[in-house]
């Protein structure tokens, strides 16, 4: 790293001491200065023990009173320890919720296109990874300039101490000694850092993946299911042996050699300081400076070992905020380049949405997705969308939520381009219900409200959405009714079936359309449910829903015949159009898809 990121992490670490509060700052920099004198009070004490002790027989009350000085500076060094934990846990804890809010702010504002980018998620997985992982947070790295400043202080003091009793001869070289020892040790632990986290980055991901995926609820059922616990040990020991190797390796590479030469320079420097302390008080032997001059030279040597509490954590804190930044600055930068979005306008419910020649192709992709789609979704009908796997149904419902922008064309509401609108807004409109749609590990009635948690909750609307998805039977059977946690592990929690969160998912979709919202979305919320449970939930669906703009996208063609209107998406482009009647008559490719799903489905039964 060259000196100018090197002198602009450390300001951006210090930077971060904005988030602490002033009532913890402030006693900080008190024990900053106190820890700063401290040791050399102690030095300067016994020094004028020796000297009042060596000029005479009896021990005179003033030896006392300098032997109390030097036992009261060592106990108080002692003290502050504690103090030091206590305040440096509690500034990094204030300064870690700023920068989680931060992150979780910019993660939720991203836009979806730059979230989904490689660089972008990358970045928010290592900030999470590295919180997770119980290494030291930019909190803990910024609290640690605190004591890291109180030992260039204690050196500052040594160093003029030696300077005052001795001759800055000693103390200029002692002190030059001190910063090159502290430059090899820095350098050559940022170099393992940057080497640990950028050079080792796939393995340790993978090393991590491996051992999450014995304990992540759902991966470990498959573990189990498929006998690959075995596998899974063998894999696991395999990968993080070869890991842990590769970081003892950089280790060994990036420490050793400076370790030595420092060590050298380090030696070399402290003999010349105490040859000449030793010269110099041959010509006038005081034994009082002799002692302090010895014990000062010693506070710069020890620089050379490092300082372990607070390096480790300064370094770890400069990489957790500089993930942190990364990933702020892409999000930033996504933002700077959005369209402003246009003053608020009305969208009236009755509005159709209309793709006008769509052309869409994901960033980095080498071809077009969708190619000049044309396709109008009338307000208060249903209509669905076919396609095989792949074929980009769930883009096309990207792109109209907002989420992505098209490529070439536009997307327009009524009157209004979509990229016009405030996507928040926007997006309020909609009540979507998808194949991965959340299970939140929190109460039934805060899985249903957020739905339209942008509106003051309506206990009315909440039961009335409950009930008319099927969901009044789960809610009587909770022992705690709405306030149960839907999630067995919380005290008093209760787990659901697949099904049963369906209708959960059901009930949120229909508490937004009861609370505004215009625009239903299904996108294969049923894929994992029997053929006559799905058959049932989405007759219930058209029934409750008749009258409500309402787009789906199903593989199964017996829900698709009920819409309105079904488009088939066929190489990037809506190829047919019409009802199911239609489509059938004209024998393309929805008809020939519809018999074989037909034909299949005899066969099973039969
Ligand atoms: N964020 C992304 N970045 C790059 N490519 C993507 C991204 N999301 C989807 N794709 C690609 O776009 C194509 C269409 O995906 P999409 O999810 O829209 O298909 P689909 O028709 O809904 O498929 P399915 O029926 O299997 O759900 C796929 O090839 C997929 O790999």
């Known amino acids: 790293m060259i000196l100018a990121d090197r002198i602009r992490a450390w300001l951006g670490l210090a930077a971060l001491l904005r988030g602490a509060r002033v009532r913890q700052l402030v006693p900080a920099a008190a024990l900053v200065v106190v820890s700063g004198v401290l040791p050399?009070?102690?030095?300067l004490a016994m020094g004028q023990v020796v000297a009042t002790v060596w000029s005479t027989s009896d021990v005179p009350d003033t030896a006392t009173s300098w032997l109390v000085v030097a036992v009261l500076a060592m106990t108080a060094q002692q003290l502050l320890d504690p103090l030091w934990t206590v305040l440096t846990t509690g500034i990094a804890r204030s300064i870690d919720r700023h920068a989680h809010h931060r992150l979780i702010t910019n993660a939720l504002s991203a836009p979806l296109a730059t979230a989904e980018r490689g660089d972008v998620s990358g970045k928010l997985a290592d900030a999470v990874?590295?919180?997770r992982q119980g290494l030291p947070t930019p909190g803990s790295g910024a609290a640690a300039l605190l004591p890291l400043t109180a030992r260039y202080l204690q050196l500052g003091a040594a160093v003029a101490v030696v300077g005052v009793t001795v001759s800055w001869l000693v103390a200029v070289p002692l002190l030059a000694a001190a910063v090159l020892l502290r430059i090899g040790h820095r350098g050559a632990l940022s170099r393992y850092f940057h080497h640990y986290w950028h050079g080792l980055a796939d393995e340790r991901k993978r090393v991590f993946y491996l051992h999450n995926l014995g304990t992540d609820s759902v991966s470990a059922k498959e573990i189990r299911a498929l006998r690959l616990t075995g596998w899974l040990r063998e894999r696991t020991g395999r990968e993080t042996a070869a890991y842990l190797a590769k970081t003892w390796k950089a280790r060994r590479e990036v420490y050793f050699g400076p370790f030595l030469r420092y060590t050298a320079v380090g030696f070399g420097v402290g003999v010349f300081a105490i040859v000449t302390i030793?010269?110099?008080?041959g010509q006038d032997p005081g034994v009082a400076g002799l002692v302090v001059a010895a014990q000062a030279t010693l506070v710069p040597l020890r620089f050379g070992r490092g300082i372990p509490d607070c390096d480790t954590a300064t370094e770890h804190g400069h990489l957790a905020h500089d993930v942190i930044t990364g990933h702020e600055r892409a999000v930033r930068a996504a933002h700077t380049a959005a369209r402003a979005p246009a003053e608020p306008v009305t969208i009236r419910r009755d509005a159709a949405i209309t793709f006008e020649h769509v052309h869409f192709r994901y960033p980095g992709a080498d071809r077009?997705?969708?190619r000049d789609v044309r396709l109008t979704i009338p307000a208060g009908r249903s209509t669905a969308i076919v396609g095989l796997n792949g074929a980009g149904k769930t883009t096309m419902i990207k792109?109209?939520?907002g989420f992505h922008t098209p490529t070439h064309g536009?997307?327009?509401v009524g009157e209004h381009d979509l990229g016009d609108l405030d996507p928040v807004a926007w997006r309020q409109r909609i009540a979507a219900l998808t194949q991965n749609f959340t299970r939140f590990d929190l109460t039934l009635r805060d899985n249903v409200l957020l739905g339209a948690a942008h509106r003051p909750p309506d206990h009315g609307a909440l039961l009335d959405a409950i009930t008319l998805?099927?969901?009044?039977?789960?809610?009587?059977?909770?022992?705690?009714?709405l306030d149960t946690v839907l999630s067995p592990r919380y005290h008093g929690g209760v787990g659901l079936s697949g099904g049963q969160w369906q209708r959960i998912a059901l009930a949120?979709?229909?508490y937004a359309q009861a609370m505004g919202a215009s625009l239903v979305v299904l996108d294969e919320p049923t894929a994992q449910l029997d053929p006559r449970a799905e058959a049932a939930f989405h007759q219930e669906f058209f029934e409750l829903t008749a009258g409500v703009t309402t787009l789906v996208i199903a593989h199964r063609f017996s829900t698709v015949r009920r819409t309105d209107a079904i488009a088939v998406l066929d190489g990037g482009t809506i190829t047919e159009h019409g009802t199911h009647d239609e489509l059938l008559a004209r024998s393309g490719t929805y008809a020939t898809m519809f018999r074989l799903q037909a034909d299949r489905f005899d066969q099973l039964a039969g």
């Open 368 to 370: 077009d997705l969708l």
């Open 40 to 43: 050399v009070t102690f030095i």
């Open 399 to 401: 792109l109209l939520a």
């Open 410 to 412: 536009r997307i327009t």
């Open 508 to 510: 949120r979709a229909l």
């Open 129 to 131: 990874r590295l919180h």
């Open 278 to 281: 030793a010269v110099l008080h």
């Open 469 to 481: 998805a099927n969901a009044r039977e789960i809610l009587e059977a909770l022992p705690h009714g």
